[in-house]
């Protein structure tokens, strides 16, 4: 079992940047897939970006411009840099893993990934 555990998030102002980062422990060394999820007061989880093995991502069209995902094989790490951040991106941001690859077309949901981290808050005022 792989333990996930999300850091970076925090207050920022409307055109801001922020880097979250996902540290993943224990059964850690053989993830195909990570991703970057999240979700707002009163709506549902949304994918952000998912990331393969081999480097492969997938990202949600409306907000590709803004954030990038990448890892850190060597030291069991996920990022997703965020800039130009909006109101309406406050949210809690989840990091996902899977030892499996179940998302294809460059799209993946929720239903891709069995193991979650407990969530980061990022906040973006006006």
């Known amino acids: 079992q792989v333990q996930l555990t999300e850091t970076g998030g925090g207050s920022v102002q409307t055109g801001g940047s922020l880097r979250l980062s996902c540290a993943a422990s224990g059964y850690a060394h053989n993830l195909e897939s990570m991703g970057w999820f999240r979700q707002a007061p009163g709506k549902e989880r949304e994918m952000i970006a998912c990331i393969d093995s081999d480097g492969t991502t997938a990202y949600t069209w409306s907000i590709k411009d803004r954030v990038t995902i990448s890892k850190d094989n060597a030291k069991n790490t996920l990022n997703l840099q965020m800039s130009s951040l909006k109101p309406e991106d406050t949210a809690v941001y989840y990091c996902?893993?899977?030892?499996?690859?179940?998302?294809?077309?460059?799209?993946?949901?929720?239903?891709?990934?069995?193991?979650w981290g407990q969530g980061t808050q990022v906040t973006v005022s006006s």
């Open positions: 996902a893993a899977d030892y499996r690859r179940s998302w294809w077309d460059r799209s993946c949901s929720s239903d891709d990934f069995r193991y």
